[in-house]
């Protein structure tokens, strides 16, 4: 079945550390996006990805990181930068044309002590 | 910046009934599409529902359908017919630029079904 993979559904880090989210599609999507979600808040924008290898910071880049080194993989790095990490994490993709559909990964809970 | 408005954090409706959630936009983009997901408990994001700017004809799935107001840009649901099932998050978005350029969300109107 083609859909958007996320691992781990939940993680759990000590403060100062860095740490990687995997996003992976087998839809044939070329755009990939970050998303951070919070209580009571909407999703917010933190990198996008038209194509492979280039990548556009979003609302809330700061403190993260991504690349796009295959077409369906866009892992994103949360760094030490980040001063509030916690949050719930989702990936989505889309076809690339304007306006189109996103799909959405079941998200990561990254909780940060 | 695009922005976008759910004055409405929590609704509540009987089940069988019909129900509108709110939602207001701003942008500044001449074509667009604008949408409706849905975030259920397992906390997946769906889509419910979108709509073109330039078309005239409010978009309908089953029983959810917008009422879309270009000048006003206002954006509302209407979930007809509501069922247990319904019960969920729902979020009004709207393109953060043109292309594929990712989303710009409301925050959210958290939707109750009374059995």
């Known amino acids: 079945d083609g859909g958007i993979t996320q691992s781990p559904k939940y993680l759990f880090r000590k403060e100062g550390q860095n740490v990687t989210l995997s996003c992976e599609q087998n839809l044939n999507h070329d755009a990939m996006y970050w998303y951070r979600q919070d209580p009571g808040q909407g999703l917010r924008l933190i990198y996008y990805?038209?194509?492979?290898?280039?990548?556009q910071k979003g609302d809330i880049a700061e403190g993260y990181s991504v690349s796009r080194e295959k077409k369906e993989s866009f892992p994103l790095t949360v760094t030490s930068a980040q001063k509030n990490p916690t949050a719930f994490y989702l990936c989505?993709?889309?076809?690339?044309?304007?306006?189109?559909?996103?799909?959405f990964g079941p998200g990561t809970r990254l909780t940060v002590t | 910046a695009q922005t976008v408005t759910q004055s409405q954090p929590e609704m509540s409706v009987q089940e069988a009934e019909t129900v509108t959630l709110s939602c207001t936009y701003d942008t500044s983009e001449s074509d667009y599409y604008l949408f409706w997901y849905k975030q259920p408990p397992s906390r997946q994001m769906i889509l419910v529902i979108r709509?073109?700017?330039?078309?005239?004809q409010n978009a309908t799935e089953n029983r959810f359908s917008v009422n879309f107001q270009k000048a006003a840009k206002s954006f509302s649901l209407k979930i007809s017919d509501s069922q247990l099932g319904d019960a969920a998050m729902y979020f009004c978005?709207?393109?953060?630029?043109?292309?594929?350029?990712?989303?710009?969300f409301g925050k959210g109107t958290h939707l109750i079904i009374q059995p």
């Open positions: 709509q073109e700017a330039y078309k005239q």
């Open positions: 989505a993709s889309s076809s690339g044309r304007a306006f189109s559909e996103q799909y």
């Open positions: 990805s038209q194509i492979v290898n280039d990548f």
């Open positions: 978005a709207c393109p953060s630029g043109g292309g594929a350029d990712g989303l710009t």
